[in-house]
């Protein structure tokens, strides 16, 4: 099944994570997809990752705390092979927050409050 949330529909290396365990996405890597990634911590858990990982787009010790918190939030685990999380985005990962991000993507978006908009009134 492809990605459907708006992040990670269409990106060729979550695609890939999707489907193909040679494709995962792991502390070293760099790229435009990583940088999705970090928007998806954010969005999903409101994980801030250091900046100079945020500008670098890169994996680095941050972003896999991250990804780690994540999984131990959610419980993802592959239990074939492991006994607790780690901090690689692979597959069960990159279905579980695409599937999260598209709830969130879905919802309404409530209207805002009257008492908390700061009315203002311009003079012509």
Avoid at 12 to 38: Q, R, W, Y
Avoid at 46 to 61: C, D, I, M, N, W
Avoid at 108 to 120: F, G
Wanted: proline share 8%.
């Amino acid at each position: 099944m492809a990605l459907q949330s708006r992040l990670f529909q269409g990106d060729p290396a979550f695609e890939a994570c999707l489907t193909n365990d040679s494709a995962h996405i792991s502390p070293g890597a760099m790229g435009p997809h990583v940088g999705k990634l970090h928007t998806a911590l954010f969005i999903l858990d409101g994980f801030s990752v250091r900046h100079g990982e945020l500008s670098t787009q890169r994996y680095g010790p941050s972003t896999a705390a991250g990804v780690l918190t994540y999984k131990r939030r959610r419980n993802i685990i592959n239990y074939t092979y492991q006994t607790q999380p780690d901090n690689i985005v692979g597959k069960m990962t990159v279905a579980a927050m695409d599937a999260e991000l598209l709830r969130k993507q879905r919802m309404p978006v409530p209207p805002p409050d009257p008492k908390t908009i700061a009315w203002t009134t311009r003079r012509a």
